[in-house]
């Protein structure tokens, strides 16, 4: 998954409008242009397609943890340079205040199996003997997951997928 599929979805399943995506990449101190971030959230076959840095995802999560659950006090968290799925998995998770447990229920609505302890894996430090690289696979059904438990039934967000995936598999 890019950045910018990641950008996207989010928005989605939140619904958040411009003035909202605005708001949350300033809520972790970093202000953009509405051509910006919606040139980050165009297609990838638009000529006027961005690529979204993981910086810049890295702001946009720090601020969606901001927005989820108040700002910390003191200085705010330095975005990564570098992101992995096992670090924005992680960050949703603390966004939106999930335990194992939730998450577990959460993916269930896609009827993807995951284990607690392959869980816990994914939220290891890298170089701890259990760690567990979290795979595209795993990122996107939480995705649809979180897409299917806040905005609606299993069925149209299949279809909605479909359609997204054709259009990119046509490109």
Not at 83 to 110: H, M, Q, V, W
Request: hydrophobic share 35%.
């Amino acid at each position: 998954m890019t950045n910018n599929d990641i950008l996207r979805r989010v928005r989605y399943i939140f619904d958040f409008n411009d003035s909202k995506m605005m708001a949350i990449f300033s809520l972790a101190e970093k202000e953009v242009s509405r051509q910006e971030f919606s040139n980050w959230l165009k297609k990838d076959d638009d000529e006027d397609y961005k690529s979204c840095s993981d910086t810049n995802l890295a702001i946009f999560l720090n601020g969606l943890i901001n927005d989820k659950r108040g700002k910390r006090e003191g200085p705010q968290p330095e975005p990564e340079n570098k992101l992995s799925n096992n670090i924005i998995f992680n960050k949703l998770k603390i966004a939106l205040n999930l335990k194992a447990e939730d998450i577990l229920e959460i993916l269930a609505l896609t009827d993807f199996s995951f284990s607690k302890h392959e869980l816990s894996a994914l939220f290891r430090k890298p170089g701890h003997k259990h760690y567990r690289q979290c795979k595209d696979q795993v990122l996107r059904n939480f995705l649809m997951a979180l897409q299917i438990k806040y905005r609606g039934n299993k069925e149209e967000i299949e279809h909605i997928d479909n359609i997204d995936n054709d259009e990119s598999s046509e490109a």
